[in-house]
């Protein structure tokens, strides 16, 4: 019996396909998951195990084997799980497989069967509408990334919600778009708050208004470290077309607040003067954005600059000249863009 899921593997901020499927055979029972799944991956047999008795479902007594398609794509996290119960309950015939047809799936299952938010999943959804697919079955705290990129989400609770809505014994549960409250107040302290520094204050605006990159240098105490965290008051809010490529970026490092769906506000980066290449530009083994590409659209402060070591200050030369940062890992080449 085989039946199988769609769902996304992130490289960078892309999202690639990922077909999970389900394979059950007779013979001594065994669980295996096959296709270049990291160690947050294969811990998936345990959660998918646990959530599939809290929901109240049958667990397969069968050699199950469930196989991430391609073999060849490295997948990192635990959004896997709820696609890879789908695909089990769909071949051992507890969901009607042909009611996966359009859909994609993305989450993590807790022990208790509940489905919880993952990173990335608004590139995921982005994948989906690429690849025609018109229903996103998530958790749902990330039901609006999926909205956000024109997927209808299927916003779920718990495992057994999805079950039922896939049995057809339920409505599909409602989508109810959070108001994307601005947050209130100044979020930044005010550029009103220096006293002189005339020139400094003019070297402030003239970058922010033409996005210039700019050098403060002077003697202790004299109000540098001030004026720098003054800019991000005076940009202008992010375009539409801005945020989403922001939101894009902070959704697959997990820094977006609940009840704020789309980051509005630039974001103001200031990474301390010990980070190495790799926190500034990115990297690691999937790879990921670093501060220069979560400063996208908005400031990069390096306070104590001449403090920073060497690597760290060249690896900016390529985001500063191109816009964008490009890392080559193991797990495959990213791009990210980095306009700060
Ligand atoms: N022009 C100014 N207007 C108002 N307050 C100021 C001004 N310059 C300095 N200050 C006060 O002095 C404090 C120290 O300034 P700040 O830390 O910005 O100096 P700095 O130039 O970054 O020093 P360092 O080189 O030691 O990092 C500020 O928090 C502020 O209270
Ligand atoms: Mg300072």
């Not at 013979?27 to 599939?52: H, N, Y």
């Not at 956000?148 to 549960?173: D, F, I, K, T, W």
């Not at 801005?242 to 630039?266: K, M, N």
């Not at 980070?275 to 990115?282: Q, Y």
């Amino acid at each position: 019996m085989l039946a199988r899921t769609v769902t996304h593997a992130l490289v960078g901020l892309d999202a690639r396909r990922v077909e999970v499927e389900a394979h059950l055979q007779r013979g001594v029972p065994a669980f295996t998951i096959v296709g270049l799944a990291d160690r947050a991956c294969q811990e998936a047999k345990e959660r998918v195990r646990s959530g599939i008795a809290s929901a109240e479902l049958e667990w397969p007594v069968r050699r199950i084997t469930v196989n991430l398609a391609p073999a060849g794509l490295r997948k990192e996290g635990s959004g896997f799980d709820l696609p890879i119960a789908l695909a089990l309950l769909a071949a051992s015939r507890q969901i009607p497989a042909d009611r996966l047809a359009g859909h994609a799936a993305i989450g993590e299952l807790a022990l208790d069967g509940r489905v919880r938010p993952v990173t990335g999943t608004l590139a995921a959804a982005e994948g989906a509408q690429r690849a025609g697919l018109t229903k996103l079955l998530c958790a749902v705290d990330s039901a609006h990334e999926a909205a956000l990129a024109g997927v209808e989400p299927v916003p779920l609770r718990h495992l057994a919600e999805a079950v039922a809505y896939l049995r057809g014994e339920s409505e599909q549960p409602p989508y109810v778009a959070p108001a994307n409250g601005r947050p209130a107040g100044p979020a930044f302290p005010d550029l009103a708050d220096v006293r002189g520094q005339e020139r400094a204050r003019r070297a402030l605006e003239i970058a922010a208004a033409g996005s210039h990159n700019l050098l403060l240098g002077g003697p202790p105490g004299t109000g540098k470290t001030m004026l720098a965290r003054r800019l991000p008051g005076i940009l202008p809010p992010l375009s539409d077309d801005e945020a989403l490529e922001v939101t894009r970026i902070h959704s697959v490092t997990g820094l977006l607040r609940p009840g704020h769906p789309l980051v509005t506000e630039p974001p103001f980066r200031a990474p301390h003067h010990s980070a190495s290449a790799a926190a500034i530009v990115g990297g690691g083994p999937g790879p990921r954005p670093g501060e220069a590409s979560l400063a996208h659209r908005d400031v990069l402060l390096l306070d104590e600059l001449a403090e920073f070591v060497r690597p760290a200050l060249e690896a900016l030369h390529q985001p500063l000249e191109d816009g964008a940062v490009s890392v080559a890992r193991a797990g495959g080449q990213a791009v990210f863009p980095a306009r700060f």
